[in-house]
Nanobody
Framework: VQLQASGGGLVPAGGSLRLSCAASRSIGSINVMGWYRQAPGKQRELVARLTSGGNTNYEDSVKGRFTVSRDNAKNTVYLQMNSLKPEDTAVYYC?????????WGQGTLVTVSS
């Protein structure tokens, strides 16, 4: 599974961005799609994930602000990020868990200015 992430950029605090992750195969066949992030000097952490059954999970600090969704026709998963905070600044990675094998896309940098 190849993943192509896009949509990062520089945004002021309180702003919004939408990240996209295009997969090389049907996302309906992928068990779990996830978004992770890694801030400078910190470990990579799970931000949000979406199962093939439509269940979602979010990291506590993004609940109510971020929404993960998918478009099966485009084989794309999105991360809508609203009310962004400087602490959301990180490289964001999309991830696919396909039958226990994890695939990673390249990161996309999100910078939130204060």
């Amino acid at each position: 599974v190849q993943l192509q992430a896009s949509g990062g950029g520089l945004v002021p605090a309180g702003g919004s961005l939408r990240l996209s992750c295009a997969a090389s195969r049907s996302i309906g066949s992928i068990n779990v799609m996830g978004w992770y992030r890694q801030a400078p000097g910190k470990q990579r952490e799970l931000v949000a994930r979406l199962t093939s059954g439509g269940n979602t999970n979010y990291e506590d600090s993004v609940k109510g602000r971020f929404t993960v969704s998918r478009d099966n026709a485009k084989n794309t998963v999105y991360l809508q990020m609203n009310s962004l905070k400087p602490e959301d600044t990180a490289v964001y990675y999309c991830n696919a868990n396909y039958w226990g094998i994890f695939y990673w896309g390249q990161g996309t940098l999100v910078t939130v200015s204060s």
